[in-house]
């Protein structure tokens, strides 16, 4: 299962708002060291690098297509291929930031103490999730993945599991100094129906596509995007309002 730098950022805009109300967040102001976990084509890491400009910042991303999108962005940092899951630095750092990417691990448990660890005494763990899992956009590539020719083959596709913000407030409170946890959904103006299926093609419908053959994936969201419109009315121009629940975690060791 391959990541898109190419289809990520057809929707940059949209999917960096986010992460610029989170990295603002951050109660932090002497920075001298910050990783991006799950980096992508580097938008997240470039807001970060807005804000810290004088931090020695490090991005990390397990798809080499997404990292070479993100070193012609931000030439002057430096970005590593790895498995944020299997991170364990030799070093610690004032900020650790993770935008949309822990939701594809699993043992949030032990990961998200885990980072804690890895954080300089006084740093921050700051953490975006999508928290969507029950939106109709899921739901109805549950439903299709199950009815479809290909159940076999995708209809068991499982999502690592989400937590509430209050599972994630008792598991870091232990660990941290503060913890301030908070929910929002953002309401993204998109162009059509079809391009609430481009948006979730680099995303959600990933696990569910990628076992398929060209023509079943043309079936798949051809069938996705008939109950896509009929779960997401359209304004009077056409344009679709697509509800995007995220959860935000500030953690300061």
């Known amino acids: 299962m391959t990541w898109s730098a190419k289809q990520y950022t057809l929707?940059?805009?949209q999917r960096t708002r986010p992460v610029?109300?989170?990295v603002a967040a951050i109660p932090s102001t002497e920075v001298q060291t910050a990783v991006d976990l799950g980096c992508g084509p580097g938008n997240s890491t470039e807001v970060l690098a807005e804000r810290f400009p004088q931090a020695r910042i490090t991005g990390l991303d397990s798809s080499d297509d997404m990292l070479i999108d993100a070193r012609k962005r931000l030439p002057t940092l430096s970005f590593e291929l790895a498995d944020i899951g299997a991170w364990a630095p030799s070093q610690s750092f004032d900020v650790?930031?993770?935008n949309a990417s822990l939701q594809w691990l699993a043992?949030?448990?032990t990961l998200y103490p885990h980072l804690v660890r890895q954080l300089s005494p006084g740093g921050t763990l700051a953490v975006q999730t999508?928290?969507?899992l029950d939106e109709p956009a899921h739901r109805l590539a549950r439903e299709v993945?199950?009815?479809g020719p290909w159940a076999d083959r995708i209809g068991a596709v499982k999502h690592n599991a989400r937590h509430t913000a209050s599972d994630?407030?008792?598991l870091l409170t232990p660990h941290c100094s503060s913890v301030d946890v908070w929910r929002t959904t953002y309401l993204h103006p998109l162009a059509d129906h079809a391009a609430v299926v481009e948006w979730f093609k680099a995303s959600a419908l990933r696990p569910y596509l990628a076992p398929l053959s060209d023509s079943e994936k043309a079936a798949f969201l051809r069938d996705y995007q008939a109950r896509i419109?009929?779960?997401?009315?359209a304004l009077g121009d056409g344009t679709v309002l697509l509800p995007f629940p995220r959860l935000f975690i500030i953690a300061t060791r």
């Open 130 to 132: 999508p928290d969507n």
């Open 96 to 98: 650790i930031l993770a």
């Open 145 to 147: 993945a199950g009815e």
């Open 20 to 22: 610029r109300d989170l």
């Open 168 to 170: 994630y407030y008792e």
């Open 11 to 13: 929707f940059e805009q």
């Open 107 to 109: 043992d949030h448990a």
């Open 229 to 233: 419109t009929q779960a997401y009315p």
